[in-house]
């Protein structure tokens, strides 16, 4: 697969936290959202199928099954099966297509050497689909861009968003099978993550965060992408 480079305007992304719900904790407000907080968070995560789980109760584990609902909510995401989003892409003028680069993306999170999805208690971890000459992102909530300009320089894709000053998302492929790093750059700012297209999400086991009663802090044993 050819090496891409793609620049484009993005939102920043926040970090995530960690959980352990055998221990003991304390609770913290944090607007209208009560965190559940861990006050030792050294866990060592289960690799179970879901199945076997009280889902009733704060699970922290891998999801080793096929099928899971977790593993179907992932997949089935679709940022332009919105109508305002739907609305707002008909309203971009003249509608071009880049069938190399068109494609859903998703965060692909390192822990103890190893490549996993992640399914967030509180939102989805960082997504994005290129539809056209539209720019769709999602983590807390949808938003959308559009795609001014592209260009294609030494195997690289430029692509230029409408808005000022400039941001930029750098993409390119990793010596992974499947696996990319997405660079975020902004006058303010610069973080690395790694990414996967959706097409290659059943390549990457998923650990969950589930909490279907309260908010838990986010699980933040990750590695950052080298």
Known sequence: M?????????FAICSCKSQNKNQKAEKMEIGEITWFIPLNQDTII????????????????????????????????????????????????A???????????????????????YDPCNGNDFRMEIKGNALIFEELEKTIFKIEKVNL??????????FSPEIYLIIEKTNINNLYTLNFKSPHAEKKYYITSFDNIDKFNLIVNHCPI??????????DPE
């Open 2 to 10: 050819k090496k891409l480079t793609f620049i484009i305007f993005i």
């Open 46 to 93: 289960e690799s179970i199928d879901p199945a076997q789980l009280d889902l009733k109760k704060q699970q922290l584990f891998i999801d080793v099954s096929k099928n899971s609902i977790f593993k179907r909510s992932i997949k089935h995401w679709s940022p332009t099966s919105n109508e305002e989003i739907q609305e707002q892409i008909k309203n971009f003028e």
């Open 95 to 117: 509608q071009k297509s880049y069938p190399e680069i068109e494609r859903k993306w998703i965060t692909i999170r390192k822990y103890q050497g190893e490549f996993y999805n």
């Open 153 to 162: 320089i030494n195997n690289k894709w430029i692509l230029k968003s409408t």
């Open 214 to 223: 309260e908010k838990v802090r986010e699980f933040d044993k990750f590695q």
